[in-house]
């Protein structure tokens, strides 16, 4: 299993940043990559951001690309999504997903992500 711990939520104004941590621990070996989704109330999970760890391969919903970027650190096994220029809309709990290795299809599809974090909760007040 891969444990997925999320962290950097919180309340931050529109046109502000946060930063949110995914720290991943456990068999790390069989994950390809981590993404990043989200929920907003009444609506559908929905995929944000994905790097895989060899750092080859990245994705971004195209509502976030230029305010987004995704990195990652190997050596703490931890993601972190940078997100500027926050709006409204992106309030939402962001989750954090371990794709696993082996698995087909690309970083943006929901297919593949077995393992989740709890959750932490993005709110951008306008």
């Known amino acids: 299993q891969v444990q997925l711990v999320e962290s950097g939520g919180g309340l931050v104004q529109a046109g502000g940043s946060l930063r949110l941590s995914c720290a991943a621990s456990?068999?790390?070996?069989?994950?390809?990559?981590l993404g990043w989704f989200r929920q907003a109330p009444g609506k559908e999970r929905e995929f944000v951001a994905a790097?895989?760890?060899?750092?080859?391969?990245?994705d971004y919903l195209d509502s976030v690309k230029g305010r987004f970027t995704i990195s990652r650190d190997n050596a703490k096994n931890t993601v972190y999504l940078q997100m500027s220029s926050l709006k409204a809309e992106d309030t939402a709990v962001y989750y954090c997903?371990?794709?696993?290795?082996?698995?087909?299809?690309?970083?943006?599809?929901?297919?593949?992500?077995?393992?989740w974090g709890q959750g932490t909760q993005v709110t951008v007040s306008s």
């Open positions: 997903a371990s794709k696993t290795l082996g698995y087909g299809g690309s970083l943006s599809t929901v297919s593949g992500y077995h393992y």
């Open positions: 456990g068999r790390i070996g069989s994950s390809y990559g």
């Open positions: 790097v895989s760890w060899s750092g080859s391969n990245t």
